[in-house]
């Protein structure tokens, strides 16, 4: 029996009964797709922690600058996805005490924020399951396949992702 073509994979997920009208159409809403799966995959696993994706990544780029701080704004250009709320995610995990933030004393307008040990413990508490998240996208495709998706996907963001 042969397999599915993934076109056809792909219309029966999202119920549609016509063909796409282009393969670029069918490229842009599998795309799409597959960023919504990744998405819950992963809010499953910071969900239980009590953390929406979204801060997840906000506290994942603290620990990457840690035991420097980042204003807000580096924050917000560095989230993965892009969100208007900046201060509303940064509110929240400061009253969590998963964060720290302090207006800068050279630019009253500039907010700066770090990791706090209790961010890291977290971050720490998510590392193995996230790890076993990024390995399962990969482990379906021979190395040579996975950085040419990666060059692929590069190409689509173009020069300003």
């Known amino acids: 029996m042969c397999p599915r073509p993934r076109s056809a994979a792909l219309q029966e997920a999202i119920q549609q009964r016509r063909p796409f009208r282009t393969p670029a159409e069918e490229a842009f ?30 506290l994942r780029i603290l620990r990457g600058a840690h035991p420097e701080p980042l204003p807000t704004l ?12 900046i201060t509303r995610l940064v509110d929240r995990l400061d009253r969590e005490g998963l964060l720290r933030r302090e207006r800068a004393s050279d630019d009253r307008r500039r907010v700066d924020c ?5 961010g890291l413990e977290l971050l720490g508490r998510l590392d193995a399951e996230v ?13 040579a396949r996975l950085r040419d998706l990666l060059d692929a996907l590069a190409a689509i963001r173009g020069p300003h992702p």
């Not at 580096?74 to 709320?85: D, F, S, T």
């Not at 790890?131 to 379906?140: C, N, S």
């Open 114 to 118: 770090w990791i706090t040990d209790a």
């Open 131 to 143: 790890d076993a998240l990024d390995e399962a996208v990969g482990a379906g495709l021979p190395p």
């Open 29 to 58: 809403v599998a795309i799409l797709r597959t960023a919504d799966v990744l998405r819950r995959r992963l809010a499953r696993v910071v969900e239980p922690q009590g953390l929406t994706t979204q801060q997840y990544n906000v």
């Open 74 to 85: 580096e924050i917000r250009a560095r989230l993965i996805e892009q969100a208007p709320g």
